[in-house]
């Protein structure tokens, strides 16, 4: 018999909330609007959370920290760059897709973060976009990929796997797994020396 997990009410919010914030954009989403769709009083949400605010940094925060979670494979990588650029690629398409509605609100929602919650979420995202160049100098140094601006290819590397929201499918024919080892080998064949 399968063992169902109730959801704290915190929970709950949270998830509507991120549904409701990919849907019509956290600015369009009032409380109002998200009690409704709970089913509740505007006015017990305050008794479960502070803002509006508070759910959107929760959001952004629980992602980030499941990017840098998953690298820990990429640092155990010891065959090379590319084998390690790889795994980095199939490491963050399954974060995407494990929840792409909560991935679109960390990819699209995170500028209206206020301070001192934005400059903390822009200095996670620089160290982490930091580790792809990182890969690719190593690469480069190593004569494992060609010379290329390593900004602009860890722009081009990550705005192609962070697009993967808009359309993978969980019961799609392909996998997370199979859906990053077919970007990495298109982005890779184009990054390594022949």
């Known amino acids: ?8 009410r915190k929970q709950q919010i949270e998830e509507k909330a991120t549904t409701l914030f990919q849907s019509r954009g956290y600015a369009a989403t009032s409380m109002r609007n998200l009690a409704q769709d709970l089913g509740i009083e ?10 509006k605010e508070e759910i959107l940094q929760r959001i952004c925060f629980r992602m980030a920290e499941e990017f840098y ?18 795994k980095a ?14 991935s679109a609100v960390f990819f699209n929602e995170w500028r209206h973060l206020s301070e ?24 480069m140094a190593s004569g494992e990929f060609k010379l290329v601006d390593e ?6 590397i990550l705005s192609s796997l962070n697009w993967t929201h808009n359309w993978y499918k969980p019961d799609g024919s392909l996998s997370p797994e199979e859906v990053g080892k077919r970007l990495s080998g298109l982005l890779l064949n184009g990054l390594k020396k022949n």
């Open 42 to 51: 505007a006015a017990s949400l305050y008794s479960h959370i502070k803002s």
């Open 1 to 8: 018999m399968k063992t169902v997990v109730k959801k704290s």
């Open 151 to 156: 900004k602009f290819m860890m722009l081009t």
């Open 89 to 102: 690629m199939i490491a963050h398409v399954k974060v995407i897709t494990k929840d792409t509605n909560a």
């Open 116 to 139: 001192p919650h934005l400059s903390e979420f822009l200095a996670m995202r620089d160290d982490y976009e930091g580790r792809f160049k990182k890969i690719l100098r190593d690469g």
């Open 69 to 86: 979670s998953a690298w820990q494979e990429v640092d155990e990588e010891t065959s090379g760059n590319a084998a390690k650029m790889e």
